[in-house]
């Protein structure tokens, strides 16, 4: 499957953004979706992930009750809403998937990427 993720900007601290990953076919009840990110010079980190089927979510420390996936079926699309956005938050977001439990954050466990869309907050 391939995914392509959009909606990253500049947007000031305390701002708001609301990224896209769109898939190229349908995506089964057994799959995860993924956000990652990879700020400036450091690795990549796990954001937040869902289970296709049920919507359950997990997220990172650092997003929660900041950040909110959700998935639209018949757009067989991916959402992460971000509020209250920081300076830290600055990086390029990247969506994956993965046949399985959605309950795993690291890279290797997701075998599709989409590209990245970069996200600046400025304080």
């Known amino acids: 499957v391939q995914l392509q993720a959009s909606g990253g900007g500049l947007v000031q601290a305390g701002g708001s953004l609301r990224l896209s990953c769109a898939a190229s076919?349908?995506?089964?009840?057994?799959?995860?979706m993924a956000w990652f990110r990879q700020p400036p010079g450091k690795e990549r980190e796990f954001v937040a992930s869902?289970?296709?089927?049920?919507?359950?979510?997990k997220y990172a420390d650092s997003v929660k009750g900041r950040f909110t996936m959700t998935r639209d079926r018949v757009q067989n699309s991916v959402y992460l809403q971000m509020n209250s956005l920081k300076p830290e938050d600055t990086a390029v977001y990247f969506c994956?998937?993965?046949?399985?439990?959605?309950?795993?954050?690291?890279?290797?466990?997701?075998?599709?990427w989409g590209q990245g869309t970069l996200v600046t907050v400025s304080s």
């Open positions: 994956a998937a993965r046949s399985g439990s959605p309950y795993v954050s690291h890279t290797q466990d997701y075998d599709y």
């Open positions: 869902l289970s296709w089927g049920d919507s359950r979510t």
């Open positions: 076919r349908r995506i089964y009840s057994s799959y995860a």
